[in-house]
């Protein structure tokens, strides 16, 4: 990029001083040193090199103006992004790279016949997650099945060999200046449209494949980071959080609960007498029960909870702003919800049914820490277990004797 800077100083020096005498000759016979005739190609030569200064006066711009912004977009999506944050940056960089009123990433739905607006500048409003586009139609059409970038000078030209219609975007807004493909992991993530350029696009379609060879490797990176994530803290059977997760989750939540002055709860349960499930039909149906028993509880939990494996066969929730009877409640619901459940195993004629039993703390009351409450939980666990098992009990509020006190 300095060479290049270099360069065109040296050039664009060379054509002023060349205007200069040109311009110093045309004033002298203006004087009535040369024959007044004369005047007039040496007047088309100035204007000429005139031009051609002005010409890489901008392209030494353009010049500088590109060795500060890549290597900011470069920085930004060098940080650990996710998938989702790249198509605001994208849109956001395009619209002023190629100063468009119009600039958007488009996503393809499903199977990738339908595209929609992900993030967009100068597009309508209910646009957003809405729009449908056919990906076989217009320019975007020629795009997705080319798998380059196409200008509007390109698609103009190809349109009736191509014979691929009119999409619904050049319908509603017009033929774009520009269409590029952003591809990822698995094949084409998005597409960026950019409209209504102030400056002639043509020279910068080189710029716009290297833009987004840029965020192709940026959806990858992501991509790769969310991936890596996932595994360091999903356990692998049952694709719950993991022990390590979720004592990371637990802590923050108590946090959260604390500044907030709000109460939240600790579920801890385990199959009865799992050992007997593995002791019988062996560990992969001890495995499947496992599996199956997590897709139950995830699917009757909020979203805003957190469910893990806590190790082998006991399992963890932690239920924001949730009160000792909330989680309960909660908990009983499960319970039942389980103990009715039928567990096939492969070569058997009859499905198995199994049951847990629970133990629940609740911040503040029953600790104030992490340790504390699970503690207090792993206790009303034994207590249930103690009771006969497949039930759930609160976890016993102490006085300072050491000595339950009645609730």
């Known amino acids: 990029m300095m060479v290049e800077n270099l360069f065109l100083y040296i050039v664009g020096f060379l054509i002023l001083l060349a205007a200069a005498f040109l311009l110093g000759r045309a004033s002298r016979r203006l004087a009535g040193e040369e024959k007044a005739g004369d005047l007039e190609p040496l007047r088309r030569q100035a204007r000429e090199l005139s031009r051609e200064l002005k010409k890489a006066q901008d392209e030494l711009?353009?010049?500088q103006?590109?060795?500060?912004?890549?290597?900011?977009?470069?920085?930004?999506?060098?940080?650990?992004?996710?998938?989702?944050?790249?198509?605001g940056i994208a849109v956001r960089?395009?619209?002023?790279?190629?100063?468009?009123?119009?600039?958007?990433?488009?996503?393809?739905?499903?199977?990738?016949?339908?595209?929609?607006?992900?993030?967009?500048?100068?597009?309508?409003?209910e646009w957003k997650e809405s729009v449908r586009l056919p990906a076989d139609q217009g320019m975007l059409g020629m795009v997705v099945q080319k798998r380059i970038v196409v200008s509007r000078?390109?698609?103009?030209?190809?349109?009736?060999?191509?014979?691929?219609?009119?999409?619904?975007?050049?319908?509603?807004?017009?033929?774009a200046d520009l269409i590029a493909p952003v591809t990822g992991p698995s094949g084409i993530v998005g597409v960026i449209v950019i409209a209504g350029c102030a400056a002639e696009i043509r020279d910068e379609r080189?710029?716009?494949?290297?833009?987004?060879?840029?965020?192709?490797?940026?959806?990858?990176?992501?991509?790769?980071?969310?991936?890596?994530?996932?595994e360091a803290s999903a356990d692998p059977l049952t694709g719950l959080s993991n022990r390590r997760h979720f004592a990371e989750w637990f802590e923050a939540e108590i946090r959260q609960a604390r500044n907030y002055i709000q109460p939240m709860s600790l579920l801890l349960f385990d199959i009865d007498h799992f050992k007997k499930i593995n002791d019988s039909w062996g560990h992969p149906a001890g495995d499947l029960v496992l599996k199956k028993l997590a897709e139950i509880t995830r699917s009757h939990t909020r979203s805003s909870d957190l469910v893990a494996r806590y190790g082998g066969e006991e399992f963890a929730v932690v239920m924001a702003s949730s009160s000792r009877d909330q989680a309960l409640s909660y908990a009983e619901c499960l319970r039942r919800l389980i103990a009715s459940a039928e567990f096939r195993i492969p070569g058997q004629a009859s499905p198995i049914k199994i049951t847990i039993s629970g133990g629940i703390a609740t911040f503040p009351a029953d600790g104030e820490s992490a340790s504390g409450l699970i503690q207090s939980a792993d206790e009303a666990l034994f207590a249930a277990k103690q009771q006969g098992r497949n039930r759930i009990c609160k976890a016993r509020k102490v006085g300072l004797d050491g000595k339950p006190l009645d609730e």
Do not use: C, H, W
């Not at 103006?65 to 198509?87: G, Y």
């Not at 009123?101 to 393809?108: K, V």
């Not at 080189?206 to 996932?230: C, I, N, P």
């Open 153 to 175: 000078d390109e698609y103009l030209a190809l349109r009736g060999k191509e014979r691929l219609g009119t999409s619904p975007l050049e319908r509603a807004v017009g033929v």
């Open 93 to 125: 960089f395009m619209k002023d790279f190629f100063r468009a009123s119009r600039a958007g990433f488009f996503t393809p739905l499903g199977d990738g016949k339908e595209f929609t607006l992900t993030e967009g500048v100068g597009f309508p409003e």
């Open 61 to 63: 711009a353009r010049k």
């Open 65 to 87: 103006d590109l060795s500060i912004k890549i290597p900011n977009l470069v920085r930004r999506l060098s940080e650990k992004l996710p998938p989702s944050a790249i198509p």
């Open 206 to 230: 080189s710029y716009a494949s290297m833009l987004v060879d840029l965020l192709g490797s940026a959806f990858r990176s992501a991509a790769f980071l969310q991936s890596a994530e996932t």
